[in-house]
């Protein structure tokens, strides 16, 4: 009897959900479904410092936004849950005592001084970062003795001092990785929660997950989790590593360069079936004049094992073309459908009044006054900053800065902008008034509008990006020094949110 097939995905929710979080999830749904088989999401937030309950929901929302479902997950249930990791910290305790047992893992008492100590003794070496394996030759009494003792510890996986590891790939092939390369990697942390790499593989194991299908980023951690898979006798999963998404210029697709955020996408007034036909042609080239097809039509058309492994361009002027065919082909009345549900919502539309009454004396002014909200990006050159008290350089820190802490605020409500911008301010030793005129332009196109602060959260954590990132274009950028200079900046306030 053949083994019914299961793929999932398993976003961390530590940020914004991001469009290669649809390309994966696109990818497990539809080879899934091809075979008759169940997709599920699981969500990977064994890292609580940087894991919130708000990025998951957004996660969940983009996705269902984007046209997919899951047979099992958190907001579902099903038979082999929980299905977020921070809940299942009992299962890899378990799993990782069944390694110590059976000498596949040992405990790691290394201080983090003494390994920063070795890391840097490496770097001046030019040998490989990895763990010299200090802890290796402890005996396994007095290693139950320190840890009964209260004294700190990981517990890492062992890993052959030679021979290779051959990694088969659905679309690469075998794949050889010598063991010489691969790192004794932490499977459990000091905390007692486990890393990536143990909590993937007890949980694609219970799970009864068939087919791992990810990014190619992971592709060089594969080695480490088929050596679990044999120390705990279980049969691996297929594996398939997805190219990466790339910018026009091959580099790996990222916020600095590109916007990624799939609500982003959505708050710009794309269609979600737009999106996902755009994804599906960077998973499967599409015959000649057979651009446009549905998720049914893309599901029978997936062939993993011939995907292109070359990185698929994330081409914004593609998804623009597709996104306006799928425009044109509506009625008018779905079409309009589709443009209030967008934007013109009682709720959000309730919001612009308040925020737009004291400020308009005919009717007509409301739309000049609230039209940037309804906007994409804006026409904003260096020009447009004209009159400002700041120099071209305190323009673009001051962007820079406001861009990059609003990005590490779990939050993104007025007061928390309020706080963030005032909070730049500071820290370059300026008058907010001084500011103020950047942040305005930036945000709405000119030097006066509606309230800054409550426009910026009706704007939404994307497009404020975008928006910021249209503005520093506009100047000319950040270079990569500047940003590690400028990020080294002490902000103000960090403990009101801020994620670690």
Excluded at 119 to 136: N, V
Excluded at 235 to 264: A, Y
Excluded at 356 to 363: D, G, K, N, P
Excluded at 472 to 487: M, P, R, T
Aim: charged share 25%.
């Amino acid at each position: 009897m053949t083994t019914p097939v299961r793929t999932r995905v398993a976003p961390s929710p530590t940020g914004d959900p991001h469009v290669g979080t649809a390309y994966v999830a696109l990818a497990n749904y539809a080879f899934a479904k091809k075979h008759g088989g169940d997709f599920l999401l699981r969500i990977e937030d064994t890292d609580q410092a940087r894991s919130t309950p708000e990025s998951e929901r957004a996660i969940l929302a983009a996705l269902h936004w984007a046209g997919l479902s899951w047979d099992e997950g958190p907001d579902v249930g099903g038979p082999h849950g929980p299905y977020r990791q921070s809940e299942r910290s009992a299962i890899y305790k378990r799993y990782s005592d069944e390694l110590l047992a059976n000498g596949h893992a040992f405990r790691c008492f290394c201080t983090p001084e003494r390994l920063d100590a070795m890391r840097a003794a490496q770097r001046a070496a030019g040998t490989p970062q990895k763990y010299d394996g200090h802890c290796l030759a402890i005996p396994p009494e007095e290693s139950e003795r320190r840890a009964a003792s209260g004294e700190p510890y990981v517990v890492r996986m062992k890993v052959p001092e030679s021979g290779v590891c051959v990694v088969h790939d659905l679309a690469r092939g075998d794949v050889p990785f010598e063991y010489a390369t691969v790192d004794m990697q932490v499977l459990l942390k000091s905390d007692g929660l486990p890393t990536y790499h143990l909590a993937n593989v007890v949980d694609d194991h219970l799970m009864e997950i068939t087919h791992v299908i990810r990014g190619e980023e992971w592709m060089s951690s594969a080695p480490k989790h088929l050596l679990l898979y044999g120390y705990l006798g279980w049969e691996p999963p297929v594996l398939m590593h997805l190219p990466l998404l790339r910018n026009p210029d091959k580099s790996k697709l990222s916020k600095r360069k590109n916007p990624t955020g799939i609500l982003f996408y959505e708050r710009m007034g794309y269609l979600p079936e737009a999106l996902l036909n755009f994804l599906g042609l960077l998973l499967a080239h599409a015959p000649e004049g057979q651009e446009i097809f549905g998720l049914p039509e893309f599901i029978e058309r997936l062939d993993l094992s011939k995907i292109s492994l070359g990185g698929p361009v994330f081409d914004i002027g593609k998804l623009d073309w597709l996104n306006g065919q799928y425009l044109r082909a509506l009625s008018t009345d779905e079409l309009l459908a589709r443009t209030m549900a967008w934007g013109f919502e009682r709720d959000r539309l309730v919001r612009i009044a308040e925020l737009a009454q004291s400020r308009v004396e005919r009717l007509s002014d409301l739309a000049p006054a609230a039209g940037f909200l309804f906007a994409g990006r804006l026409a904003v050159t260096k020009e447009s900053f004209a009159g400002a008290k700041l120099g071209d350089d305190e323009m673009r820190k001051a962007l820079a800065l406001a861009m990059w802490r609003l990005d590490a605020e779990r939050a993104f409500e007025k007061e928390t902008v309020e706080r963030v911008l005032k909070g730049v301010g500071e820290t370059l030793g300026k008058k907010f008034r001084d500011l103020a005129r950047v942040y305005y332009v930036a945000m709405t196109g000119s030097p006066t509008s509606l309230p800054l602060f409550d426009s910026m959260e009706l704007l939404g954590r994307d497009i404020v990006r975008e928006r910021f990132r249209v503005a520093l274009a506009a100047f000319g950028g950040v270079s990569g020094k500047e940003q590690k200079e400028w990020q080294a900046l002490q902000a103000p306030d960090q403990t009101n949110g801020a994620a670690a």
